[in-house]
Nanobody, 122 residues
Framework: QVQLVESGGGLVQAGGSLRLSCEAS????????MGWFRQAPGKEREFVAA????????DYADSVKGRFTVSRDNAKNTVYLQMNSLKPEDTAVYYC???????????????WGQGTQVTVSS
């Protein structure tokens, strides 16, 4: 079992940057692929980015390609989401999630953090 805690959210102007962190408990973090998802008010939770257990594979939603970068530090049990060139439409609660096999599908993840709010002002 793994517990996840996100941090790093906040209020930023359009064009700005934020880096989200997700720290995992447990000694088996390196065996989990990690995903980042987001949910805006009134919308369904959607895939943002994912990274394999080794960090060797990544995947991104088309809406964030070239702007967001996912990375991980297995020694620190932490996965990151660097968000650059932020847009108002990136405003959402951002969640990290864990599962053994990398996926872009919300329903396939069994472990979730509590979320961190990102607000981008125009």
């Amino acid at each position: 079992q793994v517990q996840l805690v996100e941090s790093g959210g906040g209020l930023v102007q359009a064009g700005g940057s934020l880096r989200l962190s997700c720290e995992a408990s447990g000694r088996t973090f390196s065996s989990y692929s990690m995903g980042w998802f987001r949910q805006a008010p009134g919308k369904e939770r959607e895939f943002v980015a994912a990274i394999s257990w080794s960090g060797g594979r990544t995947d991104y939603a088309d809406s964030v390609k070239g702007r967001f970068t996912v990375s991980r530090d297995n020694a620190k049990n932490t996965v990151y989401l660097q968000m650059n060139s932020l847009k108002p439409e990136d405003t959402a609660v951002y969640y990290c999630a864990a599962r053994h096999i990398m996926s872009t599908t919300v329903g396939e993840y069994g472990y979730w953090g509590q979320g961190t709010q990102v607000t981008v002002s125009s």
